[in-house]
């Protein structure tokens, strides 16, 4: 029977994680004020459009191997087979290479069409820029495989580190371009961060891990089908969350405006994600090796969502008292018409204490066609209720439907996995969550009106 972890454990890992967080979030305050300052909303639009291309091609290309590589490198490492590991990491970095060509040349190819979806009606053009997002792109799916490498095979202090230095380097490989070239600057600029990262990932991957792959041999590439097996759905899944998102850009009225989307959903996104930030890198690993054994699983789960949600549920709360007064701070005067969405868009980042960690569930047992179909269900639900919302309340309307999203996955949630997986909340997880809802629910109203 897989052992049980401590309360101290989960703690440990979200605090240890959530200070990363809370150093990448210092870095992101930073570039964001400087963006912002040097580029306007335009270019905070721009940069969120081209991220979002990067991410939509990454994720509709990489076969889930970042997320698969996680799981199988977990329960290899679990068993101290360190032959197995080591074969194990070359299969992964050679399909993650081949990943990285493909995403790269449907960026090259596709550039013409994703110019005229995000640009024809905005009187200007970005086709080379778009091009040269190909070498981003190509970063991608290079760095999302060491990530997993170091995931996988438990280095959470690595990660920790990793990510710390990747973030604070984000900036050294962002300003100095918009400074000399302004908008004009935000392309190059991902392609530089791109592959920054990447070598920052591969300084530690390479000491445990020397460099192999086999791109032309056929046993190499056929020892990667099961981590297909698993992870193209997800990669599916992905995918439509990034569609999802291209979608809503689409229907925003300009680049300015889609930079005040991009701030508002950072402010409660990125800014309060570290409260989750130690679910990919503890939490699902432990539940990937325990997903056999119901009553631990159900542990595990129920004992983040209790940290989740008193961790989100204060930080949220306080973040909407003062809501206004972050946005100018960290941004500038001109992202105040964000503030309504961000404020009602509050719940949304409070569901997450049970989405995120129940999401996992079905990825854990190997059931990834189960995540794929939720999760295509709550793009379609979070397009529909975002794009109505809109329509008749503009941005405050995204922020309301964002939250309504996130109550209805949440919903749709508890009672599948509680029917498939037997996944049942504990009376204290639910006074977590009934507790910080009203708390944060009544701060919310006090904001708004």
């Not at 050679?94 to 596709?110: D, F, P, Q």
């Not at 984000?170 to 908008?183: A, E, S």
């Not at 309060?272 to 159900?298: E, S």
């Not at 996995?417 to 109203?445: D, N, P, V, W």
């Amino acid at each position: 029977m897989a052992e049980r972890v401590s309360i101290s454990h989960v703690l440990k890992y979200t605090g240890v994680f959530g200070g990363v967080q809370v150093l990448k979030a210092l870095a992101g305050l930073i570039r964001n004020k400087l963006t912002a300052i040097l580029l306007g909303t335009a270019g905070m639009g721009l940069n969120a459009v081209f991220q979002n291309i990067g991410e939509l091609i990454f994720s509709a290309t990489n076969m889930g191997i970042p997320f698969s590589s996680t799981r199988n490198l977990s329960e290899s490492y679990e068993q101290q087979d360190g032959k197995a590991t080591t074969a194990l990491v070359r299969v992964i970095r050679t399909w993650a290479l081949w990943t990285a060509l493909v995403a790269a040349l449907i960026c090259l190819v596709g550039a013409w069409g994703l110019d005229w979806y995000f640009f024809s009606d905005k009187g200007h053009s970005h086709l080379l820029e778009i091009m040269l997002l190909s070498l981003y792109v190509m970063s991608l799916p290079l760095e999302a495989a060491e990530c997993a490498i170091l995931k996988g095979t438990r280095q959470l202090k690595s990660v920790a580190t990793v990510e710390t230095v990747a973030a604070f380097g984000t900036i050294l490989c962002t300003v100095p371009f918009y400074w000399l070239w302004g908008i004009r600057g935000v392309a190059v600029s991902l392609v530089v961060c791109g592959w920054m990262v990447v070598g920052v990932h591969a300084v530690y991957t390479l000491r445990l891990y020397p460099y192999r792959v086999k791109p032309f041999q056929t046993d190499m590439l056929r020892n990667g089908l099961p981590l297909l097996r698993l992870g193209i759905p997800y990669m599916m899944a992905a995918a439509a969350g990034a569609l999802s998102t291209s979608l809503i850009y689409g229907f925003l009225s300009g680049e300015s405006e889609i930079g005040m989307y991009k701030a508002a959903y950072s402010m409660i996104v990125t800014y309060a994600g570290m409260a989750f930030v130690a679910l990919d890198n503890d939490f699902f690993p432990r539940l990937a090796a325990i997903n056999n054994h119901r009553d631990n699983r159900n542990y595990a789960i129920n004992q983040q969502i209790q940290v989740c949600s008193l961790l989100s549920g204060v930080m949220m709360s306080f973040m909407v008292m003062i809501m206004p007064w972050l946005i100018e701070m960290l941004l500038s005067k001109e992202f105040l018409p964000a503030v309504p969405m961000a404020t009602a868009g509050a719940f949304y980042i409070y569901m997450r204490s049970v989405n995120l960690p129940l999401g996992y569930l079905s990825l854990a047992r190997g059931e990834s066609k189960i995540f794929l179909l939720l999760e295509v269900l709550y793009d379609i639900l979070a397009v529909a209720l975002v794009g109505v919302g809109y329509k008749f309340y503009g941005l405050l309307g995204c922020g309301i439907a964002l939250s309504a999203a996130g109550i209805a996955e949440s919903l749709i949630l508890l009672v599948t996995y509680g029917i498939r997986y037997q996944f049942r909340l504990e009376s204290k997880t639910a006074f977590y969550l009934i507790g910080m809802a009203l708390l944060l629910g009544l701060t919310i109203i006090a904001a708004i009106s």
